[in-house]
C-alpha cells in the first residue's frame, strides 16, 4: 500500500513520540481487532479476551443502579409516584448523596474525588482491614487505571528507571511504562508453584537492572493476580512489603479482584499486612488501588476506582494531588459508584436481602465457572492450568506441537497468537496470547476469561476442546506433554 | 517543618519525575486551595475560578438526564408506571441506546467509543458543518482534557519539541505540556485588538524557536477563548489553517465553547474552514475537541467528550486508538451525555418544547451575564475588560497601584495573586490571578466565569466594586490609568 500522506507532521515513522509507538496493549491488540472483524462479517464471537462481565450478560447489581438512576435524575425525588419504582433505601441514599454533592452530579467535584465518598471509602476499608484509613490519603479515579497511571508518571523519571512487573502480568502495565519512557522488569512468577512470587526472583532481577545502571523505582505486584489467578499467602506478602522498604522501591499493590477469591486462602490487603508490621512497615511506601469494574458489580462501564497512599510523602501527595486536578475531576457516577459498594444495604434496609442475594450468585457462578474452566482445560493433551484460586481469568500452557511452532514462524508471528488465531476462526472464541502478558521463553499461554455465561459455559468448552484435538491431530503431539 | 519523611522513595525533592514538578495549574493552584480553608471555616465563597456551572446553581437540562437514569436502570423500562415518570421520547430514547450498547451501560465499549453514539456525534458535525463526519475519526473520551493529553503525547516526543499556546491560555495546555516534557511556546494574543490572533506573531515565536533548536510540532488554538472569550472571524481563521500547513503544524482546535457565543460573530469550526479550502485545506492536520462540560449542559460531572481528527495519518489514527486502548473505555454515561447533546429531540417529540425553553433560557442568561460582567468591570478606575463575545469567562485587565504591587514583592508573591487573595479575603469571590493563563509581562489580570446566578450576579458585583474601590484607597490609584 502506498502511503496516503509521507509528508504528515504526525507521521507513525519517525515523527510520532517513540514511546508512544513503543508501548502495547495485547488486551485489545490483533486477536481483538480480528474478532471485530468477524463479528462484523456476521460470525459469533465469544469474547473472553477482557474482564468486561457485562457485556457478556452478567446483569448489574440493582441497588446501585437505582441510586445512580435517582441521583441522575433528582425531580424523580419529588414525583408522588417514585415510591412504587424505587425502593425507600435507595431513595433515601440517592437524597444523601445529593445533599453531599456540591451541584449534583453534573458539577467536577474535588479532584481526589467528592470527600463523602471517600469518607465510604475510607470506612470500608477500616472494616476490611480492622484499622483506621484516611480519606485525604484516598483519590477516586476513573477505573483503576488512570490512578495507576498517575503513579507510575511521578515515579518514572526518566530511561533509567524501572519497574519491576510480574511476568506474566496485566498489559497496562507494560504499556503505561513504556508509554512514560522508563524500564520493565519483568520478574517471573513460578508456574509450578501455583504462579507463586520468589525474592530470589526479585534480587535477581534488581541485580541485573542495576548492572545496567538503573534505578528500580517499584515493584507491582497483582494480588490476586491477572492473568494468573493466584492469591498471595500472608507470610509472602510480608516478605514481599519488607522486600520493598528494604530495597526502597514504592510497593503498587494492585488488589481489583480482592472480592473474586474462590479457594480456601483469603484475600489480605497489603495495607492490613504492612500496617501489622508495626514500625518496620512504616518503611513501606504503599500504594494501593481498587476498581468498580471487576468483584460482582463488574461495573466496568462506569470507570469508578481508587487509590490509597499509606506512608506516602505528605509533599509526593501533594504532587499527586496536582497531577489528579489537571485531570480536574474523575466522573461522578463512577465515584458514586464505588461509594455504592464500600458502602452497601445493611441488614434491615429494604434492599439489603436482594442485594445480597444477587452478589451471592453473582459470586458462586463466577466460582464454579472458575472451577470448570481449569477442569477443562486440564483434561486437554498438552494443556495444563493452575488452579483459578482468584481474579476472572484462567492462564493455561498449552505445549505446541513442532509443526504448528514451524506454520507460524512461516506466518510471521508467535505461536501462541497462531493458536489463538485459529481458535478464532474454528469456534469464535477470542482468547488472548500469552506473549502479551510476558511468559517465560519457550512456553505458550493463552488467557481466557471466566466470565460466559454459565449456562453457555459446556458450549465453549466444547468447543475449545473440539478445536484443541483437531490441532493436534492437524499438526501431531507435541512432543514434551 | 521538619521533613518528615525524608528518606522517601517518592519524595518531592528530587526523587519524583521533574516535569511532574514543573507542571502548574492555576485553576486548582493558591487561590483554590485558600478558598478551600476559606470555606471549611464557615465563611461564603463564591467559586468563579472554574467553569463549573452546576456548581453555582445551573440546573441540569432534563430529557438528557432522563435518558440515561432510564439506561442506568433498565428495569424501570419494564415497570407499567413507567410513563407516569418519564416521557415516552425518553423512554424511546433509552430502548434505542440499550439495543446499541453491547452489554449496557456497565460494559467496557470500544476504546473509541460506542459505535452508535459515535455516529450521532458525526451526524451533528455534518449538520453543523455542512459536510460530512466520519464516525472513524471521532474518538469519546473522559471530558475533552484527556484526549487533549492524549495528542499532545504523541506530538511531544522530546525535550526539544514545542507547542504553541495561546498566552493567555488555558492551563490544561501548559501543565500537559509541562508534564509530558515539552516545550511551552507563548504565542500572544492581541488584547487591545479584541485579543486577536497574530501571524506576524506567530512567525517571531516560531523563528525563536528554530533558533534555540526546537521543533514546532502543534498551534493550540481556543475558539471561542479560554479565557479571553474572543470569536475567531473566518478570515483568521483561513489563515491560521493556512500558517499550520505551511509551517507543517497540526492544528489542535480546542473548541469546546462553540455554544457560547454572545456576539454577532458567528462560531464557524475549523473542519468547516479546512474542508471548504479544498486542495490547501487538504495538507492541514487539525484535530477539534468538543464537551459535554460547557455550552448550555454544563454536565462537568459526566466527563464526556470528542475528539474529530481530520487529515491524520492512517496510522497516526492507529497509533491514537492504541493509546486510548490502554485506557480501555471512556465511562459510558458521559458518552451517552454526548450522543445526547448532539442529537437532541427533534419537533414533534415530546420533549422538544421544553428541552428548547431549557437550553434558550440558560443561553439567554449567560448571555445576559456575559454583558453585565462586562459592564462592571469596564466602570471600574483602571479596569479594562474585552467585550464578551464567547465562552464563559472574563479575563480584565487590572492596573495595580504601585503601593500594591510594593506590598506582594514583600509577601513574595505576584501582584495579580496578591489582588485575588486580598479580593477572597474580603468577598468570598474566588477569581484566578492571570499569571495561570499567561499574560504580558508588566501587565495584570485575573479571569472570573460568567456563572454566578443571574439573581446573585448584582450582589456579586457590589462586592467587587466596593472591594475594587476600598482596595485603590488603601493603596493609592494607579499610575497608569
Known sequence: MTDPRPDAVLHPEGRINQFVIAS????????????????????????????NPQSLGQKPITFPRQVISLVTCPQLLEHPDVGKLFPEDAIARAKKY????????????????????????ADFIA????????PEHIFLSDGASPAIQRCLNMLIRDQKDGILLPTPQYPLYSASVALLGGVILGYGLQEEQGWSLSIDNLNEVVADAKERGLTVRALVVINPGNPTGQVLSRENMEEIARWAAVNRVVLLADEVYQTNVYGSRPFISFKKVVTEMGDEG????????????????????????YLEATNIHPGALDQLYKVFSIGLSSNVDGQLMMGLMCNPPKPGDASYEQYEQECDAIFQSLKRRAEMISNAFNALPGVSCQNVEGALYAFPRVRLPEAAVKEAEKKDMGPDLFYCLELLHATGICAVPGSGFGQEEGTFHFRTTILPAEEQMPRVIDLFTSFHKDFLQRFGMPSKM
Do not use: W
Open 127 to 134: 472494616r476490611r482491614d480492622g484499622h483506621p484509613a484516611n
Open 98 to 121: 445529593l445533599d453531599n454533592l456540591p451541584g449534583g452530579s453534573g458539577a467536577y467535584q474535588d479532584s481526589r474525588g467528592n470527600m463523602y465518598v471517600r469518607q465510604e471509602v
Open 24 to 51: 502495547h496493549y495485547a488486551v485489545r491488540g490483533t486477536i481483538y481487532i480480528e474478532a471485530q472483524k468477524r463479528k462484523a462479517s456476521g460470525k459469533e464471537v465469544i469474547f473472553t479476551n477482557i474482564g
Open 282 to 305: 512504616k518503611n513501606v511506601e504503599l500504594i494501593s488501588f481498587h476498581t468498580v469494574s471487576k468483584g460482582v458489580f463488574g461495573e466496568c462501564g462506569r470507570r469508578g476506582g
